[in-house]
Structure formats: C-alpha cells, structure tokens
T-cell receptor, first 113, second 115 residues
C-alpha cells in the first residue's frame, strides 16, 4: 500500500524568501512522484514529476524537487517566492503500471507581502 | 500538456433534483478517468475510477446509486449526482491519464451547491 505525508498543513513565507514544502511517502514498490498546485476554485495543475533518472527535477514557475530514495522524500523548493505562489500544493505518488494516484493532505502556502 | 475539460464549473440545484457533470479529455484518449470530491481546506477524496466501456469502481463508502458514473467513450466520463441533498454540496474534480507512465490531468472542477 502507498501513503503520502505532507507534514506541514500551512506554510507562511515572506515574499522573495525561499520555501520548502515537505513530502514523504511510504511504498513497498517504486513509485512515480508528482507535485500539483491548486489555486482557489480550480483544478490541479502539474508542477513537476519524477519518473526516473536525475533525482533533481525542475518544474514550472521556478519550482524544483529532489527525490531522495533513502529518506523516501520528495520535497518541493523554490528559492524566491512570489505573491502569485499563494495556493494549495499537493504531493502525489503512483506505482508504475497502476492508474491510481495517492495524494497527500496538501500544504497551504501563503506568501506574505 | 493534455487538456481535460470539466463542465459546468458551477451549478446550483434544488434539493431532490439530479445534476450531471461532464469530464472530457480534449486531445487524448483516456481509458481511465477518476472522480474526486474535495471538501474545503482538505485533500482530494477519490470517489471512483471510471473505465471506458465498463462499470466504474467505487471507493469504500461512496454510494454508487447516488453518484452514477458513465464512461461512454474514451474521451468522456460523466458523474450524475442523483436526488441531491445539501450535504452533497462540494467541489468535484475529474482527472484522466493517458497511461500509467504519465501524470494525471485534471479538470477545472465543479462547485456544486444544493439548496
């Protein structure tokens, strides 16, 4: 079985400061890893994904994430946030060969001017 | 990236009526589509997995007679909330995948309000 833990439910950060949103997963098999962003009253938009290869993945809007197999983590980072980054962020995993997605509980990022 | 279109984006209906929500993959064929429900400030709760040409697979606790799912073609899945009640008010989101090696593409969501 797979599970995803996002330890921080809310993260306030000042504009232009760096941010890290944490994601840990539990799985008995290898998984694909994803980060999605959700703006109010909208669907989810893919930020980045890790399928294989380089453990450092770069995504849209200046975000990046690093897959750490030994720590079963896939933390999301951005060196300098903008007001427009205020949103809900979801980490998700999917076992290869499976159509299922398992989401974390989400992290609400609030960028303070 | 691929586009998944969900319609309507907002709907208000009277208690006891039924509401249909459509989810279309516009530029790819989706063998499998997913329906989620999201409560305020919470994560997505998977309701059911919709497979083209066969019956949907519902998650535990989801009433299949209340939330009717039809996946008539490789590009269209519908969710019908039957005999809606105020407690069915929520944000419903669909998603689709090309295959198991790609990400899921999400619709814009439907805000259902039952009055």
């Amino acid at each position: 079985a797979q599970s995803v833990t996002q330890l921080d439910s809310q993260v306030p950060v000042f504009e232009e400061a760096p941010v890290e949103l944490r994601c840990n997963y539990s799985s008995s098999v290898s998984v694909y890893l994803f980060w999605y962003v959700q703006y109010p009253n909208q669907g989810l938009q893919l930020l980045l994904k890790y399928l294989s290869g380089s453990t450092l993945v770069k995504g849209i809007n200046g975000f990046e994430a690093e897959f750490n197999k030994s720590q079963t983590s896939f933390h999301l980072r951005k060196p300098s946030v903008h007001i427009s980054d205020t949103a809900e962020y979801f980490c998700a995993v999917s076992p290869p060969g499976s159509n299922q997605f398992y989401f974390g509980t989400g992290t609400s990022l609030t960028v303070i001017p | 990236g691929a586009v998944v279109s969900q319609h309507p984006s907002r709907v208000i209906c009277k208690s006891g009526t039924s509401v249909k929500i459509e989810c279309r993959s516009l530029d790819f064929q989706a063998t499998t589509m997913f329906w989620y429900r999201q409560f305020p400030k919470q994560s997505l709760m998977l309701m059911a997995t919709s497979n083209e040409g066969s019956k949907a697979t519902y998650e535990q606790g989801v009433e299949k007679d209340k939330f009717l799912i039809n996946h008539a073609s490789l590009t269209l899945s519908t969710l019908t909330v039957t005999s809606a009640h105020p407690e069915d008010s929520s944000f419903y989101i669909c998603s689709a995948r090309r295959d198991s090696t790609t990400e899921a593409f999400f619709g814009q969501g439907t805000r259902l309000t039952v009055v």
